[in-house]
């Protein structure tokens, strides 16, 4: 090759390094989503989740009984192509209850992780980012609220508000408020201290703007896993609430509330509680792959290979 061809190929060869070139770029910088996808528990997780909620949500497509009417005829009948998930101690089709069931049982889990994180969030915020004898005083409460047993406190609210859907939801998600103030609390005061943070402050950004705009995302990933990893949690206690009737009040279906039903005649009719159950136990181990999938993507040094 001569000095001349050398010379017009070389400039283009020193542009089209293995570092510039796409092709060249590891997957791992180049889908983040379809790394964490890769994750054998965050894939699992999703992937069962993701059918149970299409599940629920399509019950009336799946069956056109309602969940509330009662056959005499069809009393304990056994699983079969009438009644796929068989029939309780009023003739009522399992299936229908137990999806429908399914819809009351998520959606509650979800109001009570949404209720706590906000709130819990909002008050580890504010401790965490003003500190002094305002954040003193309201770790210490947060600190009194964990102290109590989860379930002793979730019965005193509901034994206070009465019992129901709504004040179960809301006796769940006071015990979940003290834990993300914590968590959130604690990784505010650690990054409140960082440089960016004094730069806002010295270029005149309000406490609200540096608080949603600076901090807030910067603690929004153990937001996120905690969330996950509590949504299971809420959902067995929402389904205790429910098995011991402080929860969901009959005939509405929701999954321990059934269980309840179904724990009288389980060596008669096994169905009532097997199918319940095998759907709460698919629930919460999903969202449990999900939250530590998640952990493993947030937290680099925690990921297993």
């Known amino acids: 090759m001569s000095t001349l061809e050398t010379a017009a190929v070389t400039p283009q060869a020193a542009t089209r390094s293995p570092a510039a070139d796409p092709a060249t770029v590891p997957a791992r910088r180049r889908h983040p989503l379809l790394r964490a996808l890769r994750h054998r528990s965050l894939s699992v997780g ?25 056959d005499p005829m069809a009393t304990f009948s056994p699983p079969s192509f009438e009644h796929p998930m068989g029939a309780d101690a009023f003739g009522r089709d399992m299936l229908a209850r137990v ?26 915020l504010v401790a965490g980012y003003f500190g002094g004898p305002v954040g003193f005083v309201i770790m210490r409460l947060v600190d009194l609220l964990l102290a109590f047993p989860g379930i002793l406190l979730a019965l005193a609210v509901t034994a206070i508000l009465g019992p129901g859907l709504l004040n179960g939801v809301i006796a769940i998600a ?16 650690e990054v409140r201290h960082l ?57 509405t279906p929701e999954w321990g509330a059934i269980l309840n039903d179904g724990q009288v005649y389980i ?15 698919l629930f919460v181990v999903s969202v449990n792959l999900i939250g530590d999938g998640l952990r493993d993507e947030f937290d680099p040094t925690l990921a297993r290979h």
Not at 46 to 62: H, Y
Request: charged share 5%; net charge neutral; with cysteine.
């Open 267 to 281: 060596t008669i009719a096994w169905w009532i509680t097997v199918f319940p159950g095998a759907f709460l136990s």
């Open 195 to 251: 440089s960016y943070v004094g730069a806002a402050v010295t270029l005149g950004a309000g406490d609200l703007r540096i608080i949603l705009r600076h901090i807030l995302p910067n603690v929004s990933a153990g937001i996120i896993v905690l969330t996950t990893t509590w949504l299971g949690i809420a959902a067995l206690w929402i389904t205790a609430l429910g098995f011991i009737g402080l929860g969901v009040q009959p005939p």
């Open 99 to 124: 999806l429908y069931g399914g819809r009351t049982t998520i959606f509650a889990s979800l109001c009570v992780v949404v209720l706590g994180a906000v709130a819990g969030t909002t008050i580890g």
């Open 174 to 189: 006071a015990i979940l408020t003290p834990i993300y103030a914590r968590m959130v609390e604690g990784a505010t005061a």
């Open 46 to 70: 999703l992937l069962i989740c993701t059918v149970l909620v299409l599940l629920v949500l399509a019950a009336p497509l799946l069956t056109s009984l309602d969940p509330n009417a009662q």
